[in-house]
């Protein structure tokens, strides 16, 4: 059941707005691009990942109904900024595009008046208009329509200095640029914000909802902020079941059924990520509340395979999960209008295989899929022969079940190819491994590497042995071949896409459930 507290003063049965929201939309929209960096093009220009956030604060003044926040933090002096301009520093394009120099820079300053440019205002100035009372943080939310189904309506949260020079500012930047004559957006003044709607009416009715109860004080996202931990340079948070609720009926054209969104919902309640910096990495932090089993694994054992590994992705407790989902995977494909128990019939009939059974089996312990460096070259990968790469699988579990299963598997592709399993294959005493090649079968059979302790991996996964999945991608290690094998590489613009290539060194990804929250990071780190 959704935990979150409904609207503390609901927008069903308030008078729709006024027709013609197209115009008005429109001039607010040319307000938030001034505000808010304007034009995708122009914000993309000086700040291309839509950054620079310390925290929520910008919920303070918006209402605990919202359906969706998105929130940003222009402060020159934040930690987050100075740990951006250094990352965002390793690569030429966004040093020759964003205008910025140093750590001191005025963000504001540089993104806002590009975006004053882009959106065609006369007469009007960041200095002037917008310096003089702009605060630091900034907000939008969306709210349910004014009736049961109706649009969502945006709200756009700014922080302010000044509350007189911010009417003049305002009246001002509703007149500039293109827009309808006649049309105008409404605004009110919250906590120390401003809160700007399509009309005055949403305006004030906002303020007052904020005023009586914040989106800073629903305890659901509250809670949903600090399941992603420190928060970074931008925030996002989603009611997932209060969107299927006020639109759930919207997707009954596309095909999905109720069943389906019920199931989606009790899943999949809430959403939240923020998005961080440090000088060497960038790093996403997602989190999902819902009904996810919290199930207990061994060590993931990504860790343990050798240090020129290039990519890898490794499951731990496998079998667990599948046993904790596995009804609710049934009930899924039966809401799709499957008879899941014949089309499960059927399918062990064909392949001698028992579901979930066997499945479990397979994914046991840990399953981990990698690809070594020693021997990746253009030349191998065209070679057509297999046996020059060193890629295989891991299988963690009941060591005679596994042979089994592996018997039953080779069996059942040479009945169906005609070809013996060309593959070769290392027992060990958790299970067995699968690879091109005698050699890297008893590699990963033996399962004494480093990789964990590796600087590339480090450099995007912390605590991996804990977590139940984890991908990585060592960038470093097939970059010479990658950019070997660009074509045209003389060229100007071919040039700059290699030098920003360069400034990258790996990916990783690691998620791990914990009660009802599913926490997935993702990083990208730059060489030094």
Avoid at 32 to 52: E, I, R, S, T
Avoid at 220 to 230: A, E, L, P, Q, R
Wanted: charged share 20%.
């Amino acid at each position: 059941m959704y935990a979150g507290p409904p609207p503390t003063q609901p927008m069903y049965g308030q008078p729709p707005p006024p027709r013609g929201r197209g115009p008005k939309i429109l001039v607010l929209t040319t307000v938030l691009a001034v505000l808010l960096g304007g034009g995708a093009f122009a914000f993309y220009k000086a700040d291309p990942l839509h950054l620079f956030t310390a925290g929520p604060q910008a919920a303070e003044a918006l209402p605990s109904g919202a359906l969706f926040y998105v929130g940003v933090d222009a402060d020159p002096s934040a930690e987050q900024k100075i740990a951006a301009l250094r990352f965002l520093d390793h690569f030429p394009a966004f040093r020759q595009n964003s205008g910025l120099t140093n750590a001191n820079a005025d963000i504001r300053a540089t993104v806002f008046q590009k975006a004053i440019d882009s959106a065609g205002c006369t007469g009007v100035s960041y200095d002037d208009t917008v310096k003089p009372w702009l605060g630091e943080k900034f907000g939008l939310a969306l709210m349910p329509g004014a009736t049961q189904g109706d649009d969502p309506n945006a709200v756009i949260a700014v922080a302010i200095s000044d509350e007189a020079k911010a009417k003049t500012g305002l009246s001002a930047l509703s007149s500039c640029g293109d827009k309808t004559a006649g049309t105008t957006f409404g605004y009110a003044f919250e906590h120390g914000y401003v809160l700007l709607a399509e009309t005055q009416g949403l305006a004030d009715t906002y303020a007052k909802q904020a005023s009586s109860s914040s989106l800073a004080d629903n305890t659901s996202f509250t809670d949903d902020m600090d399941s992603i931990g420190d928060l970074g340079v931008a925030t996002m948070w989603v009611d997932v079941h209060a969107v299927i609720d006020a639109y759930g009926d919207r997707a009954a054209g596309s095909g999905v059924t109720q069943d389906q969104l019920s199931s989606l919902a009790s899943e999949y309640q809430r959403a939240a990520a923020t998005f961080r910096f440090a000088s060497d990495h960038v790093e996403i932090a997602a989190s999902v509340f819902g009904n996810t089993p919290d199930i207990s694994h061994h060590d993931n054992q990504i860790v343990d395979l050798p240090d020129s590994t290039v990519f890898a992705m490794s499951e731990a407790g496998g079998s667990e999960r599948l046993k904790a989902s596995w009804d609710t995977i049934k009930n899924t494909m039966t809401s799709d209008g499957l008879d899941v128990d014949q089309q499960i019939s059927d399918f062990e009939t064909r392949t001698g295989l028992t579901l979930p059974d066997d499945l479990e089996t397979l994914l046991g312990d840990n399953i981990l899929f990698s690809l070594d460096s020693n021997g990746l070259s253009a030349g191998s990968l065209q070679s057509g022969d297999a046996s020059q790469l060193n890629a295989g699988v891991r299988l963690s579990g009941d060591p005679a079940k596994l042979s089994a299963l592996y018997d039953k598997i080779t069996s059942l592709i040479q009945d169906q190819t005609g070809q013996p399993l060309t593959l070769s294959k290392a027992d060990s005493a958790d299970g067995m491994s699968i690879a091109t090649n005698d050699s890297y079968a008893s590699s990963l059979a033996g399962m004494d590497g480093t990789l964990g302790d590796s600087a590339a991996f480090r450099s995007v996964i912390q605590d991996a042995s804990s977590k139940e999945f984890v991908l990585f991608f060592d960038w470093d290690a097939i970059e010479p071949q990658v950019i070997a094998a660009i074509p045209d590489s003389t060229s100007a613009a071919t040039q700059e896409v290699i030098d920003n290539l360069k400034a990258l060194r790996a990916i990783g990804v690691s998620s791990e459930t914990d009660g009802s929250y599913t926490v997935t990071t993702t990083e990208v780190s730059v060489d030094d």
